[in-house]
């Protein structure tokens, strides 16, 4: 009886001790193991593992933990070959923080992360993300040396540590793929609207071993993908993996093409750079594709034109070359921008003292002579053109595109361009206007239903930038001049532009107007000329570049029908393409009591466009029986006719006499067409 009385005392007792700790369970110490990720960044001279971030599970306080705490150690192996060990020992830590994000540069008191952090910058120390040409899978093992981590909530662990996974934010984004036997990386930027410029990046020799790489031994192919700059110069990268001989290019080149017919990039802002042998390979894609880009930067380029002939393939094609003075490539660098920057037009040689970076984490340190790019891409500002990207991204091949100017009544609709003129920067040969085909929104009629201003936009055949085209309304019964004339010409032919007034419902006996132009595309030649000079007589004008003003009056029966044609102006198309105007800018017009009226202008747009098929006189862009009239009607005019100017495009075989053979020559013309 008594030992099994002494028995339930012991057995409660037992009991008690096993579930007093119950009551305290805010001080219950259990083992777990956390997992814990490694932030990676592409520095400017490198990718390197910046920090490990251990999520612990619910929130620790700081006060808890220290650099002391851990020990961390790495094994880097080559990610094409695991069996190939680079580093296989301690990192340092420098500093450990919390923070409430999974994400460095944030501590705070209390969070849920915890952030290992270690040194920005070193050279051995286990830290880089490639080493010999290779990129490194990095293994982290971490070891807690505290006694406990605590939590705020009270609680303990004796942890252990698992890494689970590698995030580098702006190399993430890059995908691999191969064309042809040719490796490649690229970035889209798939935020902004496309189609959006191309930076083409070229690695330098030695670190295209794999195809992880080429984009990580500085950051030449992924600075332009930093936030930063994707903000201000939204783009897409591609980085080629070895490509240095002219069939590679041809490889670089498809996939480009590809890239443009997916709608992705725009072919008039095309970048191409590269450092080393990638600013050689910069110059073998310039040789083979001289027309392609709107800009190249070859920085310390192993290479150049080759010749006279190449330099001249790229004359009028911006380029920026940097180099620095204690680079192993100086002279040869400067040696070829003084052989070939003579044929050029838009290129300068920037030379650098030395190579050395201001801002964190390099806070100064000076790299190897063989090494601008690092400047280059990251701080380097010239005083005139800013930073290599800023002067990159400011080039297009498309230089400028014709204003459209177009005035309809009140319910008619517009009639608009089927070309617009656009200005294309040829490498070879410079700027040169070209007519491209446009397709333009469609205008819904409420737009053009009373008088009024609008802009209608319209998308340019290889061209990413709009037409834009100001459609100007007036009223139908408005009081208004007239412009009347040919709406194309051709350069250097003179042609005809009639005034008049139209609606005009009182007697006019006098009238003032002015008229401007493009003095850059125009010319007026000779004075102004009445229609009917019983009805309407010019008494006065004051001619400028650009503009002429005209006094004018009234007799007989104009004084009360104003409304028909009274002046004739000739002009003269100067030899450039494009779009202009002429205008009616002011007018007054005053009756028997003198008071003035201001009555409405009107625009005339004449487009000066050379024939792109010969013989086509009356620029219906075709050769027929109605150009052949044209030659007939001017039969035996000569040089020295008062209109030769008029019609000396007729004088087809150009022996200043418009005779039987011209005619035989056109009929050619019409029968071969």
Known sequence: MLKKRYMTIYLTILIMAFSFPSAFADETSTDSSLPFILMNKNFAFEERTDALIIDAGKNVSDSSLSKDNFDV???LTRKVNADQVVYDDKRVVTDVYISQENNTGSPVDTGRYIVVDFADVGWGDGGTAIDGGYTLDAQYTVTFKGDKLSYADGSSIAPAFVQTGVVSPVLDQYKYANHDGLDYSYFYNEEAEGPLPLVVFFHGGGQGNDIYTPIRFSNGGTVWANPENQEKYPTHVLAPRNATTEASMHKVKAVIDQMIADGKVDPNRIYITGFSMGGGSTWTFLRTYPELAAAAAP?????GPQSVENAKKVANLPLWTFVDEEDFLFNSVVNTDKTYSPYWNDSLLTIIPFNQLMEPPYNGHRFDGHSVWLPVYNEYTHPERGML????????KIRGIADVEVTTEAKVAPVLPATVSVEVNSSATGVAAEDRPVVWEAIAP???AAPGVFEVSGTIEGVSEKAKATVTVVSSTASSATLTGPARVQPGQQFEVVYGLKNVDQKVYAQDFTIVYDADKLELVGSPATVNDKLFNVVGTDA???????????????????NQNLVKLVFRAKNVAGVTDIKVTELLVSDADGPDTALGGDTHVVEIRTPSVPGDFNNDDKVTVGDLALVAKAYGKTSASDDWDQVKAYDINKDDVIDIEDLVAMARLVLGN
């Open 299 to 303: 920085l310390c380029p192993a290479g």
């Open 389 to 396: 990207i800023d002067w990159l991204f400011s080039h297009s």
């Open 544 to 562: 400028k570049a650009g503009s002429i003003r005209i006094l004018g009056v009234h007799h007989s029966d104009s004084v009360d029908q104003p």
């Open 73 to 75: 150690h790495v094994k």
């Open 446 to 448: 409420q737009r053009y």
